[in-house]
């Protein structure tokens, strides 16, 4: 059987109804979004039905929208049909001062530290995760450093008094 | 002497059976900055905990605030062994983006350069596989190889190892004579160099009895874990990027992809063995397409794309429009259209993915790197639980672990 974005597409919206939503297809990718709460449900679907057989969790990470109140971070999973040869982007949105979302480790070991990595730069909180805590940055950390909050260092600032980086 | 009475041990510490061992943040065994904190029980692994972030250098958060060109540099420094594939994959993803067609002469030479750049990764990590089971003689003589890639590149770009080749739309400068003919010296030569360095380990008593059934995994297991590249091929999946979504005209060539059984630490030297002569034949085949270009097609070395490709210097001096351009280039003045992608090479070690998404600005909104050692990396402690300390460490160097690809 081939698969194509359609059939995933129709088959999603044929078991979850109006509880997925946003598709397109961008670069040949189909993504799709759907509510924090029923991400485990999304996904254990995509991995167990046969004819969708999203078995290889590609990449997560998380995008911050400090913009759009209510749904400013963005937990995103890139899974891979290797049969079949197909991608697929799902997404959920959270709020940034509820972040709970439901862990994808119990289905993928590799979510493990990409979960972790995603709670370490945006804060994400991941539910039943089984080691929640910082992997790259140090432990001490009391901020999350890709949120859009934080800014790099403005290249015109000159406040700083330090002769080594010639601004003094 | 006063008898010292207040020493607190910490809990169980007395009772405990085992023994708890740092291999690491800096170790000769580990080849990188990472620590692995042992529970041995004599030389048995109980279990082991990694930490790794010690080389972490937020090129996520860097490349927020750099147009396009100026993100290559950042991407060299993920898998250094490799990093001519990081940039083309960086290049690849640009060009998909802002859906740039490119002549088929930088492609072939694009994967002229990639593939070199595989073999010099494999070849750095089945060497030191070779160290760590106790057989230095390898690794040294396959380091003049090595070299003559290094050297290759150098011709290419004018650097080894942080190589920055290559720009959005093609290559800087046109390969010159010299370049090709070191890359003849090389394909002469190193054909029978490899052979020589297999036979060394390949049938070796020593090394089959240290590298067979240890660090071994299933391709389920595998598969769960995210391992790709030549660790999932080395488990029996054959899964690779370049035939799976072929990139830089991948479809054009004709080459196998060799896969294991066992996915133990001897089967994925033989994979990346295998790849290695695979390579060598798709470099063969590259440079017999570009020899068929004549006239003006064999001088291509770019597409033209004005707005993301600088122009050449003596133009920027001597032209209004180069000039224009020159400076919208170098001042990040351009915007990028919205929208987001994933877009991934076979790198060294796995896929590398880069998710762009660019919210119209001059750069990106947000970039992430799938770096395939930071995913597969959480496997090692099912890798070596049970196993003798001494067959943890050629597992960690057989998995070709880069500390600057798993820190970012």
Redesign the interface.
Known sequence: MVLSNEIIQNNLIEKFGDQVLNFST??G?L?FESSKEINLKILQYLYEEPSLGF?????L?G??YPDNIGAELVV?Y?LHN?SE?I?L?YSVTTSIDETAVFTASKL???A???ER?TYD?FGVNFIGHPNLK?????DEMDYF??RKEYP?EDQTRIDKDDEMFGRG | MEHQTNITLPKGSIEKTTTTLNIGPTHPATHGVFQNIMEVDGERVVSTEQTVGYIHRAFEKLAERRPLYQITPITDRLNYCSSPINNMGWHITCERFLKLDLPKRVDYLRVIIMELARISDHLICNSIVGVDTGAYTGFLYVMQYRELIYEIYEEVCGSRLTTNIGRIGGFERNFTNTAFTKLEKFLDEYPKVLKEFENLFARNRIFMERTKGTGGISAERALNYGFTGPNLRAAGVDYDVRLQQPYSSYQDFDFKVPVGTTGDNYDRFLVRNAEMYESISIIKQAYQKIQEFKGTDAEVYHADVPEYYLPKKEDVYTKMEALIWHFKIIMGEIDLPKGQIYSAVEGGNGELGFYLVSDGGRTPFRLHFRRPCFIYYQAFEELIKGGMLSDAVVTLSSLNLIAGELDA
């Open positions: 961008a670069s990718i993504s078995t290889f969790l590609t990449d990470c995008v911050n995103v890139h290797f040869n991608r982007r993928f070991e590799s493990n530290w990409m990595e730069f910082r992997i790259l940055n140090v450093p890709l790099l």
